[in-house]
């Protein structure tokens, strides 16, 4: 049985900004997904490519909600950009290295700027590869969820059997080396077995990076209509509980980190921009249905196409409720986090509070469901009803 190395979880640094631009098309909805996103079967007749007055509209938009959003952050250096969707990966390159140049006529480039583009297997190509890597993406994703026809039919996703086919070839030659991808376990019909074989041969590519997601049942979704009409059967929660608690383990002994709840990365290579929602750290986003967050602030843009076109900047600014939003984001940390360190993040945001949150660590740490001395870390036991430990703390720090 083999351990990870112990990485501690980073220092949280309001000094630098990360970027998260949301690009909504996707060749079709799936029925299960919540993400604010746009079946181009649907909005553009079929088509698999994005149509040139769509992307010049899309384009122009961003520009006019940069030009007004950057005013809001007084960082001046980017460590950390994220094109995500939608799926990202219909952008075409030279759209991408425009976004980036928009970027850096007002900010400074971090020398290290972790910059990721996710996006579905369909359109990683290795010549689309080559050419996002000429713009400076450095990191890739790829929404996978199964290698399995059938399981991709439940889930109702589009699927191109030819693509799919080559995806393995393509990430094991993939010139960006930082390069991962998501699956997905508990879908109705999939087999435990099923889920690691998928999982070990994407893991004998080489990626770098794994994001394991249970299948849910996202309030308002076709999907969730279908389940309480008995249309289509739930996730399987008995076999997701079985996964959740064996994986951690199978991914160290194949060299990976557990670095967030459904997260997992090779050392050196674990998501920075991932880290920065959990390290409660700002973000300007662009684009419909994305949240940013100024560090006292946040915005919700509207999660409608045509309707922030018109209107990028129309979402207002509210005042962030740091009481509420810490807990649900560093408990979702799984690296060490210095006791000093958590301290200094408590008593800024929500000051007076840290001897209670103390309290509460260590009450935890005596039923053996984390550790809490120069450190706080999750045991699996805790992990195991986290939302129920997240309201627990929101309780501590919103009580007067
Ligand atoms: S491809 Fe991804 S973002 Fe698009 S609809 Fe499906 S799950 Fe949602």
């Not at 195991?384 to 997240?390: A, G, Q």
Request: aromatic share 10%; glycine share 8%.
């Amino acid at each position: 049985m083999k351990s990870s190395p112990i990485i501690r979880a980073p220092h949280r640094n309001t000094d630098n900004l990360g970027v998260y631009v949301h690009f909504p098309y996707c060749i079709h909805k799936c029925s299960y997904c919540d993400f604010y996103s746009v079946g181009m079967d649907r909005a553009m007749d079929g088509g698999k490519t994005v149509t040139t007055r769509a992307l010049a509209d899309y384009m122009q938009a961003l520009q006019s909600e940069f030009a007004e959003r950057k005013k809001l952050f007084r960082q001046r250096r980017i460590n950390t950009i994220f094109f995500g969707g939608g799926t990202a990966s219909l952008l075409p390159a030279e759209n991408v290295f425009r976004i980036l140049e928009m970027l850096r006529t007002e900010f400074e480039m971090d020398s290290r700027c972790e910059i990721t583009l996710e996006g579905n297997p369909e359109n990683f190509s290795p010549d689309y590869i080559a050419s996002l890597k000429q713009t400076g993406v450095n990191r890739i994703h790829v929404g996978i969820q199964s290698l399995r026809p059938a399981i991709l039919k439940q889930l109702d996703r589009y699927y191109d059997e030819e693509r799919y086919a080559a995806i393995l070839e393509t990430l094991k030659g993939s010139t960006i080396v930082n390069r991962g991808v998501d699956l997905m376990y508990g879908v109705p019909g999939q087999t435990e077995e099923d889920f690691y074989q998928d999982l070990d041969r994407l893991l004998d590519t080489g990626i770098t990076h794994v994001s394991l997601y249970s299948l849910t049942v996202e309030h308002g979704t076709p999907y969730d209509v279908m389940v309480r009409k008995g249309v289509s059967p739930p996730p399987d929660e008995e076999m997701q509980e079985q996964i959740f608690s064996f994986l951690p383990q199978r991914m160290r002994d194949r060299g990976f980190v557990h670095y967030e709840v459904s997260n997992y990365g090779k050392p050196g290579q674990l998501s920075r921009h991932n880290l920065r929602y959990w390290l409660y750290e700002p973000t300007l986003a662009l684009g419909p249905g994305a949240h940013g967050f100024t560090g006292t602030s946040r915005y919700a843009n509207v999660r409608n196409t045509p309707g922030w076109q018109s209107a990028p900047l129309a979402a207002a600014l509210e005042s962030h409720e740091p009481a509420l939003e810490l807990p649900l984001c560093f408990l979702r940390i799984l690296l060490p986090l210095e006791r000093e360190e958590l301290q200094r993040i408590v008593e800024t945001e929500v000051p007076g509070k840290w001897d209670a949150v103390s309290r509460t660590l260590e009450s935890w740490a005596m039923r053996g469901l984390a550790r809490f001395d120069s450190v706080f870390e999750w045991k699996l036991e805790g992990l195991m009803r986290l939302n129920d430990r997240v309201v627990e703390l929101q309780e501590v720090l919103v009580s007067k």
